[in-house]
């Protein structure tokens, strides 16, 4: 409970640099600081990215800590489940990210901001949305505020919001509903 998780493919457009600078942020103000643990793979043996190398590596340190690429299902619960949060800074239009939906197996809220998917899965119950603005700062400061805030969401809601709008048995009875409606057209 003392860090905020990121888990996914550590390129640019997935915002890592925003929410590092959103913890950097909240860490000024708190009386109680808390890390970054970032979980992903990052491409820095490849010619094409230098986004490792030249934005996120230089700010590992004190409350900034990469744990690797996580592998396996009890890792990756325990990853999320032992998170204050889980961010997602995506500055692109998300087209969903299941790791949101883990997050919320796991009982761990999520702030997110507002691209993409990322509303549709985020509500007030389960984390907390935020609105991306015009310049990094805003967004900065908006991710930061939504840090401070997170204890207001229940770790018991999330599981029960996983448990209503996404579980294996909710998805599945909706499928056969629709091929139902389709066949007896």
């Not at 009890?74 to 939906?101: C, Y």
């Not at 997050?103 to 809220?109: E, K, N, Q, Y």
């Not at 899965?121 to 505020?145: F, R, Y």
Request: with cysteine.
């Amino acid at each position: 409970d003392d860090y905020v998780a990121f888990l996914g493919r550590i390129v640019q457009p997935k915002g890592l640099h925003i929410a590092i600078e959103a913890i950097k942020k909240h860490n000024q103000t708190s009386l109680k600081p808390l890390k970054l643990k970032i979980a992903g793979k990052h491409y820095a043996d490849t010619s094409s990215d230098d986004y490792w190398q030249t934005t996120i590596e230089p700010e590992i340190g004190e409350h900034i800590e990469y744990v690797g690429f996580i592998k396996g299902d009890r890792a990756r619960n325990d990853f999320l489940g032992n998170a204050k949060a889980l961010i997602i800074p995506s500055l692109f239009d998300e087209p969903f990210g299941m790791v949101m939906i883990e997050s919320l197996a796991s009982g761990t809220p999520i702030i997110g901001l507002d691209s993409g998917a990322i509303p549709e899965v985020i509500t007030d119950k389960n984390g907390i949305l935020v609105k991306k603005e015009d310049s990094d700062a805003g967004t900065i400061q908006n991710l930061s505020d939504a840090i401070g805030s997170i204890y207001i969401i229940s770790r018991i809601d999330c599981r029960v919001d996983f448990e209503q709008r996404f579980s294996a048995d909710r998805m599945c009875e909706e499928h056969a509903a629709i091929y139902r409606k389709l066949i007896t057209k």
